[in-house]
């Protein structure tokens, strides 16, 4: 069956689901599956039912998150010190930022600065979310 996780208590190790069925199951920690992922409110999981227990319990999706990394910030590291690549650093791309710096003597990421300023100013606060913001 699926379902949701609707709490999960780590000083406890056990949490509540929301099955797709409308009732809610218990689980423990011990009945998670996937090593790599812990458990979250809103995660989409796929369980075994046992009674009113919830066991073999397997991660479909993991809950997106954001980074905290706001557009009018990019905008600003953009706009006064794009030609440095500040502004890739800042949005997490460090490979980019660090070719910013290799070539900035030669006024090149200056212009490709500002042509990315005008792209930041269209881009919707949707969009650079979904761009620079989930991991």
């Given at each position: 069956m699926q379902g949701t996780i609707l709490t999960f208590h780590p000083e406890t190790n056990t949490g509540l689901i929301s099955g797709h069925d409308g009732t809610r199951y218990s689980f423990a920690r011990?009945?998670?599956t996937s090593a790599?992922?812990?458990?979250?409110?809103?995660?989409t999981?796929?369980?075994d039912v046992?009674?009113?227990?919830?066991?073999?319990?397997?991660?479909?999706q993991s809950v997106p998150r954001l980074t905290g990394k706001r557009k009018s910030t990019a905008l600003?590291?953009?706009i006064f010190?794009?030609?440095?690549?500040?502004?890739?650093?800042?949005?997490g791309r460090t490979g980019w930022g660090v070719i910013y710096l290799l070539f900035c003597w030669t006024g090149i990421p200056v212009i490709i600065s500002l042509i990315e300023v005008i792209v930041l100013i269209l881009m919707s606060e949707t969009e650079f979310n979904r761009k620079y913001n989930y991991y």
């Open positions: 011990a009945d998670w790599k992922l812990n458990p979250e409110e809103g995660m999981i796929d369980f046992d009674g009113k227990s919830a066991r073999q319990i397997i991660v479909i600003l590291w953009a010190l794009g030609g440095f690549g500040a502004h890739k650093f800042y949005l």
